[in-house]
């Protein structure tokens, strides 16, 4: 069956700390990976994406993700968290047929102490 | 742009009572859907659209109707509110299966 699976589901850490997000994915065949983050309030924003080429891939506000094939993976990462990164974190993955549905994670709270 | 709106933001529903929930797009996207988010359940597919005139359930149907009569609006409509129903309703739409772009939400309660 597909699924998206996110190990952590809350995190808390402190300002300058780094951080990595688990993704592990079940999705036959070729996929599109994707990390979306919802500010308190607000609705889910794209944060980067993986469709193809370097399986290190840079988004917005010094996140990045690495899609390891071999492991089902796409773990995001930010060398030094700040306190406007307190935020819901959802990875996603969908196929490339038109039939295709997007199949969310249940999503990681991350709390950044000031 | 406006990209995706959702009318209303809030609703407060009585048992039984119905309403429909609009979502307009101006981004010329194929693809439409509509989730429901609930505290620890991550957000849940209700019903989407590949196109005019096409819709299809998702994860969670049950209680739920959807339109697509025009390309750039996706109703959701709830015919006999339940207290279960209460939650917060994303719109998103998306060219082809590619990244989804979300509304603002409609936080309903149901009494």
């Known amino acids: 069956a597909q699924s998206v699976s996110q190990h952590n589901h809350h995190v808390i850490l402190s300002e300058a700390a780094s951080l990595e997000l688990g993704c592990n994915y079940s999705y036959g065949g070729t996929v599109n990976l994707f990390w979306y983050v919802q500010y308190p309030g607000q609705h889910l924003q794209l944060l980067l994406k993986y469709f193809s080429g370097d399986p290190l891939v840079k988004g917005i506000k010094g996140f990045e993700a690495e899609f390891i094939k071999s492991k089902f993976s796409f773990n995001l990462r930010k060398p030094s968290v700040q306190w406007s990164d307190t935020a819901e974190y959802f990875c996603?993955?969908?196929?490339?047929?038109?039939?295709?549905?997007?199949?969310f994670g249940k999503g990681t709270r991350l709390h950044i102490l000031p | 742009n406006a990209g995706v709106t959702q009318t209303p933001k809030f609703r407060v529903l009585k048992t039984g009572q119905s309403m429909t929930l609009l979502c307009a797009q101006d981004?010329?996207?194929?693809?439409m859907y509509w989730y429901r988010q609930d505290p620890g359940m991550g957000l849940r597919l209700i019903h989407y659209s590949v196109g005019e005139g096409t819709t299809a359930k998702g994860e969670v149907p049950d209680g739920y109707n959807v339109s697509r009569l025009k390309k750039q609006n996706f109703l959701l409509g709830l015919e006999s509110a339940a207290p279960s129903q209460t939650s917060v309703y994303f719109c998103a739409s998306s060219h082809r299966g590619l990244e989804q772009y979300f509304g603002p939400g409609t936080r309903l309660t149901v009494t």
């Open positions: 981004m010329n996207h194929e693809y």
């Open positions: 996603a993955v969908n196929g490339l047929n038109r039939d295709d549905k997007i199949i």
